[in-house]
């Protein structure tokens, strides 16, 4: 296994990888759960597992800096400004 990432723009990079894969694979999930104003509760279980993968591959200092869940807002919600919700 590869040290852990130490360094905070690799750090987000693989969150944003992590969080491009949750789109890639959950698309229909996600504007669900935008649409319905319920997104954190519908991919709940995959964002977990997204933010457990990132934990295991950074190192604790990084993980405290809540990159993985700027890169989830970013990724997944930011990016889905057109989807038509009342959260907006």
């Known amino acids: ?3 852990p990432i130490d360094n905070p723009k690799r750090a987000r990079q693989l969150a ?4 491009s894969d949750l789109t890639l694979y959950h698309e229909a999930k996600i504007l669900e759960g935008i ?3 319920s997104l954190f509760e519908v991919m709940s279980e995959e964002i977990e597992e997204g933010r457990e993968h990132f934990k295991s591959r950074v ?3 990084i ?3 809540n990159i993985y869940d700027r890169a989830i807002v970013d990724v997944l919600v930011k990016s889905k400004g057109h989807v038509k919700s009342s959260i907006w």
Not at 16 to 19: G, L, W
């Open 1 to 3: 296994m590869p040290d």
């Open 16 to 19: 944003r990888a992590i969080a």
């Open 35 to 37: 649409g319905s104003d």
């Open 59 to 61: 190192t604790p200092e």
């Open 63 to 65: 993980y405290e800096q």
